[in-house]
């Protein structure tokens, strides 16, 4: 028993940032997220802001994408969209954020 409670104690003393996942794992995670949402949000010339995760309670990565839409007129004109991700259920949704601006210009 004293061993497990010792084993317990030890795991909990590992710094946290030992258990996240490597860097290279959250680039990779971040450029999926980048990808899905500038596919869901049907823009032309789609480019995603910097990715954002939520902590693990809510589990989801948001961004800004900006690109090219046409209005019903036929004239393109930039747009941005805000895009949430599920990596859990893969599910990405995207919705337009008139007046936000993204910092890519």
């Known amino acids: 028993m004293s061993r497990k409670i010792l084993m ?3 795991v909990l003393m590992i710094p ?3 258990l996240a996942s490597s860097p290279s794992a959250w680039d990779a995670l971040n450029a999926d997220v980048a990808r899905r949402c500038a596919a869901a949000s ?9 990715v954002i995760g939520f902590d ?3 589990g989801k ?3 800004l994408v900006t690109g090219k839409g046409r ?4 004239k393109k004109v930039t747009i941005s969209m805000l895009c949430v991700h599920d ?3 893969g599910r990405t949704w995207v919705a337009e954020a008139q007046g936000w601006k ?3 210009g």
Request: hydrophobic share 40%; charged share 15%.
């Open 8 to 10: 317990a104690a030890t």
């Open 16 to 18: 946290s940032a030992a």
């Open 42 to 50: 049907k823009l032309e010339q789609a480019r995603s802001g910097q």
């Open 56 to 58: 693990d309670t809510l």
């Open 61 to 63: 990565f948001v961004t």
């Open 71 to 74: 209005l019903a007129t036929g």
């Open 87 to 89: 990596p859990q259920s």
């Open 102 to 104: 993204s910092p890519l």
